[in-house]
């Protein structure tokens, strides 16, 4: 009681001073000086007042539990917890196609446009092979003389008068330029752009103008008969546990659309850098076919462990001191410290033993309580 007496003087007379030697409101250094020292004087009380609840608390063991602190509260239901692995993925096109240029050269024309439909075989681009056709033009000029000396050198050959060696020549040199034609021929057929099938023309990825090199991209095309599908990389921790024919959950958040769907294929290599391999899903919806784009990302959610067993409560009820977990068990008003068997977290809650239906566990709160320490039940905690 003479602790309360004390502080509520030493507050009046701090609050009475200010008011009796209030600087005047021009005099900023004097309101400066003046700050600083209740400061020091409001450290100063805390510090004792401190050191006197510590005091007291020593001999007092209800002193700290007599404020009750206002909690949030969960009652425990139904046991089960299934832990799920979030993995991130795409959406591709198995015939989603990429034309690249097989030859250097100047892009001389593009002849399709971004959503045209083609025909397998259709021209789609041309490069700059002005060059090639004059060269082929010139080839098979010489190889039109080659082939009549050839003729002739047979000819002469069959009746015995010309030589073998003459003979032979004129023969190589016809086979040499034939070669040479078929040569400039699949270069200027390369120098064609042509669609492998039929599909969309999905992107151009070059210009009309543009210096092409070998392997460069050209046109993306997406296939009117391929098959759409879901595939991510997961850790190689679960290659035994992720199989074919298991249902996993995916979500397509550029859509907004979730839905579950098998595991079509597993796939049997490990990559070597990442140490994952790659799951394919292949059941999509059919209302979203249409919508469906290349590249697109998506989530993939899928089980990790199941514990029928364990409760789930909020991660925010979970305490821990040392290697030991803990909660706070609402009970009578008070706080009640209760070992736990953490098992896993997932996203906000935690998978955990050693508790019973229908206990309370404390929420929002409890890393403030001790064991024994009042507590009121509040909607929104503390």
Known sequence: MRYVVWVGVLVGWMVGGCSASRPSDGNVEAKKARLEKLRQELFRLQAEITALEGEIAAVDSTFALQKAIPVSVVVLRDRGFQSRLRIQGGVDNRQAITLAAKSAGTLLRLYVQEGDYVRAGQLLAEQDAEVLRKNLAEVRTRLELAKTLYEKQKKLYEEGIGSE??????????????????????????????????????????????????????????????????????????????????????????????????????????????????????????????????????????????????????????????????????????????????????????????????????????????DGQAVTISSEGI
Not at 186 to 214: C, H, Y
Not at 247 to 256: C, I
């Open 165 to 370: 060696v003459q003979y032979l020549t004129a023969k190589s040199n016809k086979e040499s330029l034939e070669a040479a034609v078929l040569t400039l021929e699949e270069q200027l057929r390369n120098a064609q752009l042509r669609a492998p099938q039929a599909g969309r023309v999905d992107a151009l990825l070059a210009k009309e103008g543009e210096l092409l090199m070998p392997g460069m991209p050209v046109v993306r095309l997406l296939s009117s008969t391929g098959t759409w599908e879901v595939k991510a990389e997961v850790p190689e921790r679960f290659l035994g546990t992720v199989r074919a024919g298991s249902v996993v959950e995916v979500e397509l958040p550029d859509l907004g659309e979730r839905f579950e769907a098998p595991i079509a294929v597993v796939g049997e290599n490990i990559n070597p850098m990442s140490r994952t391999f790659t799951v394919y899903i292949r059941a999509l919806p059919g209302r979203l076919l249409g919508r469906l784009r290349p590249g697109m990302v998506a989530f993939l959610t899928l089980p990790e462990a199941s514990y029928p067993n364990a409760f789930r409560v909020p991660v925010e009820a979970v305490q821990s001191q040392d290697t030991a977990a803990f909660v706070f068990l609402y009970r009578q008003g008070r706080a009640r410290r209760t070992p736990i068997r953490l098992l896993a977290i997932q996203r906000d809650e935690a998978a955990v033993e050693g508790l019973n239906p229908g206990d309370t566990v404390i929420v929002l709160g409890a890393a403030l309580l001790r």
